[in-house]
């Protein structure tokens, strides 16, 4: 997964383009950051890239609603584990 201080440049990037962000922003970075990082670790752990579609559907349904506030969770806690959850129910239908 990736540091702190990848979401910190993130963040210093968006306050570069656009000023000091919002909460909304804020959390924005933060579920792109944390959603990239899922995707990362299914490319690491599949050797696959892109994720299968089963996993990457699984994660941008949970992304829109850490995004929009339906789900007040971390999340760099809820996607890879949304991730690891999705690729193991994918890799036991696989035939």
Do not use: C, N
Request: no cysteine.
């Amino acid at each position: 997964m990736t540091s702190a201080v990848d979401t910190a440049q993130a963040m210093a990037l968006v306050e570069m383009l656009f000023g000091t962000p919002d909460a909304a922003a804020r959390r924005a970075v933060a579920v792109l950051h944390a959603q990239a990082a899922a995707l990362a670790w299914v490319r690491d752990t599949t050797g696959h890239y892109p994720a299968p579609k089963p996993v990457a559907s699984a994660l941008s349904r949970a992304a829109a609603a850490l995004r929009d506030g339906t789900d007040d969770r971390d999340p760099a806690e809820v996607l890879p584990a949304i991730a690891a959850d999705a690729l193991g129910t994918f890799l036991a239908a696989a035939p």
